[in-house]
């Protein structure tokens, strides 16, 4: 995957650096449901489906999302203070 191709998983959920994991799982279910409701099966549909699995998999994890190297991340784990919310 190239550097273009990667895509930044904050604008995939389209939520912010900054927000709580509560916030990206909310961001998360409601981009399923919108998946689910079109009932769109195309490929690209699949691979946007799958972008959105990613990018969910690795902000909702505190270690991963520190770990993640994205333009402008703020996320602060320390100042998650309910992550399991």
Do not use: W
């Amino acid at each position: 995957m190239t550097d273009k191709e990667h895509n930044d998983y904050y604008d995939i959920l389209g939520v912010e650096p900054q927000d709580s994991i509560k916030i990206v799982r909310n961001a998360y279910l409601q981009l399923v449901q919108q998946h689910q409701d079109t009932g769109d099966n195309s490929p690209e549909s699949q691979a946007k489906m799958k972008a959105i699995e990613e990018a969910y998999e690795v902000l909702v994890n505190p270690e991963k999302r520190v770990g993640y190297a994205s333009p402008g991340t703020l996320y602060n784990q320390d100042s998650e203070v309910f992550p399991d919310d």
